[in-house]
């Protein structure tokens, strides 16, 4: 693994950290009302679990395609 790489991984895990404490929020009928602070979600709304995960294997899908392009060439 090089630089490259390890930089890549490294910003995979901030954003995936950065989506749970900031996960996507919905009214409990239904209706997104956007990101809140996993600290402040209750009160009539709940983390969208769906959405969340669809924006994690959007992100592991990002990782797997950057990873191999920064692989060393020799």
Do not use: C, D
């Amino acid at each position: 693994m090089n630089r490259r790489q390890k930089g890549v991984l490294i910003g995979a895990v901030v954003v995936v950290l950065l989506m749970l404490f900031f996960p996507p929020v919905s009214e409990r009928s239904g209706y997104s009302v956007g990101y809140a602070s996993i600290f402040r979600v209750g009160y009539g709304n709940h983390v969208n679990t769906g959405l969340l995960l669809i924006q994690w294997v959007g992100v592991a899908i990002m990782v797997g395609l950057l990873y191999p392009i920064f692989r060393n060439n020799k």
